[in-house]
């Protein structure tokens, strides 16, 4: 069983930036992928952004892409979600989540990770 430890929300003005960090409790391998989710209260849980650890692979959302950043450091085996010109839209709880082996195209999907986080909030205000 992987336990995926999050950290870095908080509350932010709109325009302004927040980084969360992933840390999982064993070694993340080639195989790793590694992503985030966000649920906002009465909306679905909705993709993010992923990444693959082998090749370092990124995959975002439409509506984040340009202005999140998602990262790793294998020697950590963490990921990192940099959050800059922060919406109010983007307030939600997000939630880490890993897999040891996915299928290649199914990066974006909820059902396909086995391994998920606390989540942690975010709000940003407007």
């Known amino acids: 069983q992987v336990q995926l430890a999050e950290s870095g929300g908080g509350l932010v003005q709109a325009g302004g930036s927040l980084r969360l960090s992933c840390t999982a409790s064993?070694?993340?391998?080639?195989?790793?992928?590694m992503g985030w989710f966000r649920q906002a209260p009465g909306k679905e849980r909705e993709f993010v952004a992923a990444?693959?650890?082998?090749?370092?692979?990124?995959y975002y959302a439409d509506s984040v892409k340009g202005r999140f950043t998602i990262s790793k450091d294998n020697a950590l085996n963490t990921a990192y979600l940099q959050m800059n010109s922060l919406k109010p839209e983007d307030t939600a709880v997000y939630y880490c989540?890993?897999?040891?082996?996915?299928?290649?195209?199914?990066?974006?999907?909820?059902?396909?990770?086995?391994?998920w986080g606390q989540g942690t909030q975010v709000t940003v205000s407007s």
């Open positions: 989540t890993a897999d040891r082996w996915m299928t290649w195209g199914t990066e974006r999907s909820l059902y396909d990770y086995d391994y």
């Open positions: 064993e070694r993340a391998d080639s195989n790793y992928v």
């Open positions: 990444i693959r650890w082998g090749l370092g692979t990124t």
